[in-house]
């Protein structure tokens, strides 16, 4: 039987566990079972995590469409997450779009801004920052920004964006966001933690980054 991890053939019964035949792979080192009773263990059950979170569904619902756990749930796309790398972005003098959106953590008394990134011509998120809007928090956003030696930026008219973009491409005013602003409905119709009139909410900042970096940069 080949391994259900690598697909290698070197493979050998070790046991049985619950009634089922347990195998070892000599190339990949792991244990596996030919069918398993639970689902979590399933080899698909990452890209039913990752399609259903991008469609709107809950944790809760991707809970019970798979008949997993929720704690698995959230382990899992912990998991995903740190797989995923932020993409280097190395194409220079592109046009970029900024922009905020709020969410919350715990309760709607704590407020969290979600501020990231998009480029115009391709609609690649390059960066986001989770936390509140001040000089000090964006800055290393932007400046990543500054680095790709942008032709324009565009945002709203949030006063902090003027002391961190240079003036000569700077560029505010009205519908110059509208792409990113797109985006953001897309955002709150797929992410069901941030619809507005929901009672899906983060209990903390370490699942709602992993549910961003799986929507932004899980393909």
Known sequence: MNCTKCNASKTIRKGIRNNKQRFYCKECQKYFQAAYNYQAYSTDVHV??????????????????????????????Q??????LKPSFRRLGYTYEIDEMWSFIGNKKNVLWITYVLEKETGSIID????????????????????????????????????????????????????????????????????????????????????????????
């Not at 991707?62 to 899992?76: F, G, N």
């Not at 998991?79 to 995923?84: E, F, G, P, T």
């Not at 986001?128 to 920004?145: A, Q, S, Y």
């Not at 902090?160 to 409905?185: D, G, V, W």
Request: net charge positive; aromatic share 8%; with cysteine.
């Open 48 to 77: 039913f995590i990752v399609n259903l979170q991008k469609e709107g569904c809950s944790v809760r619902g991707v809970s019970r469409v798979l008949k997993i756990s929720k704690d698995t749930v959230l382990s899992r796309m």
């Open 79 to 84: 998991k995903i997450s740190k797989q995923i």
């Open 128 to 219: 986001f920052h989770l936390g509140r809007k001040t000089k000090e928090t964006l800055r290393p956003l932007i400046d990543k920004v500054l680095l790709l030696n942008p032709r324009r930026i565009y945002t709203d008219r949030l006063n902090i964006y003027p002391s961190l973009i240079p003036k000569e491409i700077h560029k505010r005013f009205q519908y110059c966001t509208n792409k990113i602003e797109r985006t953001n409905l897309n955002l709150r119709t797929h992410i069901k933690r941030l619809s507005r009139k929901t009672i899906c909410f983060s209990r903390n900042q370490k699942n709602l980054e992993a549910h961003l970096k799986i929507y932004f940069w899980d393909k």
